[in-house]
């Protein structure tokens, strides 16, 4: 497929209402943030970046990206192209693994303290405990009210199941109720 040249592994995406894809894929040398258009062109963007979780803004004009313990932010322009890279926030504790965003455009970045609320201006605004360290997070139930979490049980125990020995035994989905609510306009 077209991937195939770029190598490495895909690790998570946000699909644009113009039919592009970004997503992150893991570090140096092949890895970071890239954008396939809708013709099938992959872009690469981005410097000095540790990507993993990824989300466009409710309006689509800004994309969030974690980055070793902060979120980064790029300017969407109208054919799809990124720009303006800057630091958006700093995650305290460090961490930033999945994001997801409300339809106020806040963000919600998992770590090992739960799930992070971020403003779209920068403001940490506070922390959701969680007794796991989370990984995915995304809103979903009746009106997108409901934040579904999924965090890693960890293990000294070999579990060659999933191919990794001794790292995971296995992964819980967690739901918690919000009176905040999911954007609505697309999937995540």
Known sequence: GPFDCIGGVLNDLTAAANGGVYF?????????????APDGTVTHYGTDLRTNGI????????????????????????NGALSNQRKLAMLPGGGGDGMTV?????????????????????QVL???PAPRNLIAV???????KTLFAVGEVRT?????????????ARMEVMSIPLEAQGYQGRAK
Do not use: H
């Open 24 to 36: 992150t894929m893991g570090g140096p040398p092949n890895g970071g943030l890239f954008y396939a």
């Open 55 to 78: 989300v466009l803004s409710p309006d689509e004009k800004t994309l969030y990206v974690t980055n070793a313990g902060s979120v980064v932010a790029f300017d969407v322009q109208p």
């Open 102 to 122: 409300d339809s106020n455009g806040n963000l919600y970045v998992t770590g090992s303290a739960g799930v992070r609320v971020v403003s779209p201006q920068g």
């Open 126 to 128: 506070g922390t959701i």
């Open 138 to 144: 995304s809103f979903s139930g009746k009106d997108k």
């Open 156 to 168: 000294s125990k070999p579990n060659f199941s999933i191919g990794i020995a001794g790292l995971f």
